[in-house]
Each structure stands twice: as structure tokens, then as C-alpha cells.
């Protein structure tokens, strides 16, 4: 397979070649610890220890790497796992990062509670705006730029070009979290980025049966460092995960057009609602970030928070009352879900500068009937 493929074909075919042995279409569960060596370290393919490699979570990681438009990707037990090894790889103890003032409450709480512990600084930037993430690289030393696009939960956009250069300009690398647009709707490498971070958890996998994580960069070298410490550390991908993951991405570019065309109705419909103070969706052209997420983004993804004119016990009472949209934590499943992110993804940030506003509700819309999802929003605005 080779990288002139368009993104639906790299999708079902890339790093997914009918097994050798049996020509079996999909990638076998090599649900396996440990390999037959050939003589002392006469390995077969490579393969020692499932740790260090095991063939389903290699065709994964070829296909991730296929999609972002890299020659190496790496996947991982959870997104989390892929962050950490990211971080205390490309940085030191005594460094300094900038995290977005918009972020997964999980990824703020990594480098506030964790890594600090390890000997790193933080500062919190609002990525979306360049100038003052330039003015933060011209006033100390920093190592990595770290940035969200769109953010959780607030759905900001950031201009990838733009912080590319910037960083690039202070001697930082700029890593780009493509969890909220999975590499059909954004490539961030193509755009200048060093290494992008998914949860694959969510649009990739995107059927809310599985927990992974994922590096991808176009750095060879960079990319041996991460596998080093993947394997060093052990935050691994399992075999069954991976081929879970896997059939998630044979059908991503399908789900995702269906998403977004769901949403954008979703939040047309909520910025003409009574009950409805703001929409946070990049697809309006309302939203500030709306011309970049066009340069950027092929659509403008499935996520859309609105925050409630009757604050936040009325967000949280019509969290409760619809009958479609499930309450829960995650998102990128086929299946709709609605959650108060003040009180659930994004508790860990309660009382820090990413804190989130109590009237904010979001969602994430899935594929179902949209009609059925607007009635149902509809309800539970009424309720
Ligand atoms: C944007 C983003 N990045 C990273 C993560 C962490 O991924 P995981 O839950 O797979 O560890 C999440 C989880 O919600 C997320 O939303």
C-alpha cells in the first residue's frame, strides 16, 4: 500500500495485507506473549516479546501512521499512556511546557499533578491565539508547544501552521492532540506539527468499546526515542485492542462525514433555541475560529457544546432528561452522548485556569437518525 492511496483505502488496506498464512482478510488477534526464536536471537519478523511488538498491534500502528501521512505511528493502552511517553521522552526534568487554557481535564491533570512530581514546569496559553503563545516562547525557554484543535470542551480552534512556525522559531516542537478531528478531518503533520496525539479511544476506535492512545510522527529518529521508552515504560496496546481499534478505522471516513453532517444540523438547531445563551461548534460562521477550521479541517467534526441562559442546575437537570443521547463521559462512538463537562470530564480542572464554565453542556453527536436527536434535544430543553 502506498501513501498516494486517498484516506479511504489507507483506512481498510493500510498495514492490513491478507494474512500470509491463511490469506485471511483481517488482521489475525495475535493473542500472544512470547515468540519461537530460530536459534538463540533468530527472530521470526521481528518478534520477540508482545511488549516490544506483536503483528496486531503493528498492522494498527501502520495504518495509524498511513492515515496521519508518516512513516511511524505508535499505539498505546490509552491516550494518556501515549502523552506520558511523549513527554518524558522529548522533555527533561527542569523543563518548561505550554498547555492550552482549553484541554482534556485528564491531560492538565498529567502535567499538574504528575509531571511536575518528575521536575517539569508548565505555563497555560490560549492556543488559539499566536501572539500570545509567541510572546510566552520569547519570555522563557520552553521545550514543547502542546496544543488541542479542536479544544475540549470548549471547541476552540488553533492555527497549526501558525504555532508550527512559532515553535519551530523558539526551538520548541509543537504537538498537536488530533483527538477531536481524527486524521480525516485534520493532518496536523502536513501543517508543520511534530508529533500528534490521539485518544483513539474515541472517533478512531468509535464504537465505545475500547481504550487506546496513539503517537504519530514524521521524525525517524524521534520516532525510535518513543519507541525506546513505549517499550521501556510498557503503556502498550493489547492485541485484541488493537484489532478492536482496528475494524473502528476500517469505517472512520463513513462515520465521520455522518458526524459532522449531524452535528452541523445539531448546532443550528441550538443557536436558534430560546433556552440556548451560546453554541460553541467551529462550523458556524459565528464561531472565531471558524475561517481557520476551513483552511484546516476538512469538516468541522461531531463536538458541540452550548452553554444554557438558566445556568448551570438547568444544564445539569437537562443533562438528565434526554432520551437518545446517553449521559457519559468520552465521545466518537456512533451512539450520542451529552455530559456537564464542570462536573465530569473536566472536574480535575475545578478551580485552575482551565476551569469551565457550570452553564456548559456538551455533546457528542453520534450517527443516528438526526431528527430523532433533534427531537430529543428539543425534549430536554423543554423538561
Ligand atoms: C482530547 C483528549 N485527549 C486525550 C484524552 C485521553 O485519552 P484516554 O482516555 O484514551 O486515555 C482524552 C480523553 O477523553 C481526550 O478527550
Not at 323 to 339: A, D, K, N, P, Y
Request: aromatic share 6%; charged share 20%; proline share 5%.
Amino acid at each position: 500500500m502506498t501513501h498516494q492511496d486517498g484516506f479511504e483505502t489507507l483506512a481498510i488496506h493500510a498495514g492490513q495485507e491478507p494474512d500470509p498464512l491463511t490469506g485471511a482478510v483481517v488482521p489475525p488477534i495475535y493473542q500472544v506473549s512470547t515468540y519461537k526464536q530460530d536459534g538463540v536471537g533468530g527472530l521470526r519478523g521481528g518478534y520477540e516479546y508482545s511488549r516490544s511488538a506483536n503483528p496486531t498491534r503493528t498492522a494498527l500502528e501502520q495504518c495509524l501512521a498511513a492515515l496521519e501521512g508518516a512513516p511511524r505511528g505508535l499505539a498505546f493502552a490509552s491516550g494518556m499512556a501515549a502523552e506520558d511517553c511523549l513527554i518524558r521522552t522529548v522533555c527533561s526534568p527542569g523543563d518548561h511546557v505550554l498547555i492550552p487554557d482549553d484541554a482534556y481535564g485528564g491531560t492538565y491533570r498529567l502535567f499538574a499533578r504528575v509531571l511536575t512530581g518528575w521536575g517539569l514546569d508548565y505555563g497555560v496559553v490560549p492556543v488559539f491565539d499566536v501572539a500570545a503563545v509567541r510572546e510566552r516562547l520569547a519570555a522563557r525557554k520552553t521545550a514543547v508547544v502542546w496544543v488541542e484543535t479542536p479544544t475540549n470542551p470548549l471547541l476552540n480552534i488553533a492555527d497549526i501552521r501558525a504555532l508550527a512556525q512559532a515553535a519551530h522559531e523558539a526551538g520548541a516542537l509543537l504537538v498537536v492532540d488530533n483527538t477531536f478531528a481524527s486524521p480525516y478531518l485534520q493532518q496536523p503533520l502536513g501543517l508543520g506539527a511534530d508529533v500528534v496525539v490521539h485518544s483513539t479511544t474515541k472517533y478512531l476506535g468509535g464504537h465505545s468499546d475500547v481504550v487506546g492512545g496513539a503517537l504519530v510522527t514524521a521524525d525517524g529518529e524521534l520516532a525510535d526515542r518513543l519507541a525506546f521508552t513505549q517499550n521501556a515504560t510498557g503503556g502498550v496496546a493489547g492485541p485484541f485492542d488493537s484489532w478492536l481499534t482496528l475494524r473502528g478505522i476500517r469505517t472512520l471516513a463513513a462515520r465521520m462525514d455522518r458526524h459532522c453532517r449531524n452535528a452541523m444540523r445539531v448546532a443550528q438547531m441550538l443557536a436558534e433555541h430560546p433556552a440556548v445563551a451560546e453554541v460553541l461548534y467551529p462550523g458556524l460562521p459565528s464561531h472565531p475560529g471558524h475561517k481557520t477550521a476551513q483552511e484546516q479541517m476538512r469538516a468541522f467534526g461531531g463536538m458541540v457544546s452550548f452553554r444554557l441562559l438558566a445556568g448551570e442546575e438547568a444544564a445539569v437537570r437537562a443533562c438528565g432528561r434526554t432520551r437518545l443521547f446517553t449521559l457519559g463521559e468520552s465521545l466518537g462512538g456512533v451512539e450520542s452522548l451529552i455530559e456537564h463537562p464542570g462536573r465530569m470530564t473536566h472536574a480535575s480542572v475545578t478551580g485552575s485556569a482551565l476551569e469551565v464554565p457550570g452553564d456548559l453542556i456538551r455533546l457528542s453527536v453520534g450517527i443516528e437518525d438526526c431528527d430523532d436527536l433533534l427531537d430529543d434535544l428539543r425534549q430536554a430543553l423543554a423538561g
